[in-house]
């Protein structure tokens, strides 16, 4: 499977995602739209196998996910992210109140700052 891409979109109702062990991303390379206006939806654990090291595209990923609370995205690798800009890619339209967890060594931290 190459793509995700709004695997949980427009889930209305979704309030809890536990990707858990078992949920291999490895060779995927698009996962924009993935919780796309799922209004409800106020956390997502993605578990130690979701790799994100092939993805090219986070579009929209997060988009108008009002309750989210806490995202941990701290395994996240945007080194191959088409764009530039990760606040363009996952983090547009975000709640101003949301726990974002980034590691200092994520290719994410840098890419945050653009």
């Known amino acids: ?4 891409q709004g695997i949980f979109k427009d889930c209305y109702e979704l309030t809890y995602v536990d990707l858990g062990d078992c949920f291999d991303s490895s060779s995927v390379t698009d996962m924009q739209y993935m919780f ?6 106020e956390y997502v654990n993605f578990g130690p196998k979701f790799d994100t090291s092939k ?3 986070f579009w ?3 988009d108008s996910n009002y309750n989210l609370r806490y995202l941990d995205v701290s395994n996240f690798n945007c080194s191959n992210l088409t764009s530039s800009s990760v606040y363009a890619q996952f983090l547009y339209n975000f709640p101003d109140d949301v726990v974002l967890i980034l590691s200092r060594e994520s290719t994410c931290q840098s890419k945050l700052k653009q």
């Open 1 to 4: 499977m190459n793509t995700l």
């Open 60 to 62: 929209y990923m997060f």
């Open 55 to 57: 993805a090219r595209d």
């Open 36 to 41: 796309r206006y799922d209004s409800k939806l």
